[in-house]
């Protein structure tokens, strides 16, 4: 019964908008009643999303790669995108006293994400495509698509999988990058592999070419979903009245 009060304590705690000193209450007051709870693996998940909420990259930290637990993938995988959430969270400084510029630390983040999914994975446990869509996105936002490419590559080579998730991650950057028919490309690039894109591939691609103004993109971009059996009408609906507005 305390297991199952710590756990929808803690699921209310990460997803509430009562704020981070609450969250982070809620979580030591876990933690202070049921100690047991970091050996207990549904709890120690609800923990990790409390802490990536909070931004607490520390206590996450501490809590994946407590010596007394085995190692485990999800976790890993939840840990990596709290150090992406909170380098994005992060202000940007412009002196060097003051910090770590943004692309420093999205290199500094990607370069430990890399670090620790190797580590897991020599001892026999695999990245998820969690951990390599955070670290797709931490190295294009430190260096470009092109890197973060090469990262999805190595990801492969650790063993994470090249599911929808990884290639959306990979969508994601090109977009960002405002590069539309690279994303496209990666599209083509993931049916070769045998990997069947979904709505949410599309989305940010539509929104990308409704920014530009560009109808006659997205109708392209629905016309490649539709042949991928994705159907995605109605987020292109609302992408071709964004387009017209920036025209």
């Known amino acids: 019964a305390l297991e199952n009060v710590a756990g929808g304590a803690l699921r209310g705690a990460a997803v509430s908008d009562a704020g981070v000193a609450v969250a982070r209450r809620v979580s030591a ?34 809590l994946v790669f407590d010596r007394r637990a085995v190692i485990d993938a999800a976790e890993i995988g939840i840990y990596c995108a709290t150090l992406l959430d909170a380098a994005r969270k992060q202000p940007s ?7 770590p510029a943004p692309r420093e630390r999205m290199r500094t983040i990607a370069a430990e994400m890399e670090r620790v ?9 695999l990245p998820t495509s969690m951990t390599a869509a955070a670290a797709i996105e931490a190295t294009a936002e430190a260096d470009g698509v092109d890197a973060a490419a090469d990262i999805f590559r190595r990801f492969e080579a650790l063993g994470a999988p090249s599911d929808v998730f990884a290639y959306n991650a990979l969508v994601r950057v090109c977009c960002k990058r405002g590069d539309a028919s690279a994303a496209l490309r990666v599209i083509e690039r993931m049916t070769c592999a045998g990997v069947l894109p979904a709505s949410s591939t599309y ?40 387009a017209l507005c920036h025209r």
């Open 203 to 242: 989305t940010p691609i539509l929104h990308c070419y409704a920014r530009r103004g560009d109808v006659h993109g997205i109708d392209a971009a629905l016309e490649q979903a539709q042949a991928h059996g994705v159907l995605a009408e109605t987020v292109g609906a609302a992408a071709r009245a964004e």
């Open 29 to 62: 007051l876990v933690l202070h009643s049921f100690p047991a709870a970091t050996t207990v693996p549904a709890l120690r998940r609800r923990l990790l999303e409390v802490y990536r909420a909070t931004s607490d990259v520390a206590a996450a930290r501490a």
């Open 117 to 125: 999914a190797t580590a897991a994975a020599h001892a026999g446990v």
């Open 93 to 99: 400084h412009h002196g060097a006293a003051s910090g």
